[in-house]
C-alpha cells in the first residue's frame, strides 16, 4: 500500500481549510453588506470557496485508499459544481452596469457548460473513468471560469 508523504497530506488539508476559509469568510461578510447586486455576487465566490473545498477534502480521501466509485464520482461532481459557481461569479461581474453599453455575456453560459460536463460525466461514470470526467471538469469549466473571473476582475470599476 502507498503512503502518502506527510507534507503532502498537511498540505491537501491546508488546501481544502483556505477554501473553506475563503468561502465562510466571504459569505458572512456579505451578510453584512447592505442589499446590494454585490452581495448576491459574491455569494458565488462563496459557494466556490465551499464546493472546491469538499472536493480537496475527497481528494484527501482518495489518496488514502477510500476510492469507492461512489466517492470518486461525488469529488468528481463537487469539483464541477465549485468551478460553474466560479463561472457564474465572473459573469455575474461582466454583467452591464447602469448606463453600460450591453454586450453579449449570456447568463446560460455556466448552465450550458455544467449541463456538457454532466453528459460528459454520465458517459465517464457509466465506464467508472472518474479520472476522465475530473479533467474534463478542470478544462471545460474551470479554466475557462478562471480566466473570466480574471478578465472581470480587471475590469475597470466605476466610482
Do not use: K
Amino acid at each position: 500500500m502507498y503512503h502518502l508523504p506527510a507534507y503532502q497530506e498537511l498540505l491537501l488539508w491546508i488546501y481544502s481549510a483556505a477554501f473553506f476559509s475563503m468561502g465562510l469568510i466571504i459569505h458572512t461578510r456579505v451578510q453584512t453588506l447592505p442589499h446590494s447586486g454585490w452581495a448576491g455576487t459574491f455569494r458565488w465566490l462563496a459557494g466556490f470557496g465551499f464546493w472546491h473545498a469538499i472536493a480537496d477534502a475527497g481528494e484527501l480521501l482518495i489518496l488514502h485508499d477510500l476510492n469507492s466509485p461512489e466517492l470518486l464520482a461525488a469529488q468528481a461532481a463537487c469539483e464541477a459544481v465549485s468551478w460553474v459557481f466560479l463561472l457564474q461569479f465572473g459573469l455575474q461581474l461582466l454583467r452591464p452596469r447602469p448606463g453600460e453599453r450591453s454586450w453579449p455575456v449570456p447568463d446560460g453560459v455556466a448552465r450550458i457548460a455544467l449541463y456538457g460536463w454532466v453528459l460528459l460525466f454520465i458517459w465517464y461514470g457509466s465506464q467508472e473513468q472518474w479520472t476522465e470526467a475530473r479533467v474534463l471538469s478542470r478544462y471545460l469549466l474551470g479554466v475557462p471560469a478562471t480566466l473570466l473571473t480574471a478578465l472581470a476582475l480587471l475590469r475597470p470599476q466605476a466610482g
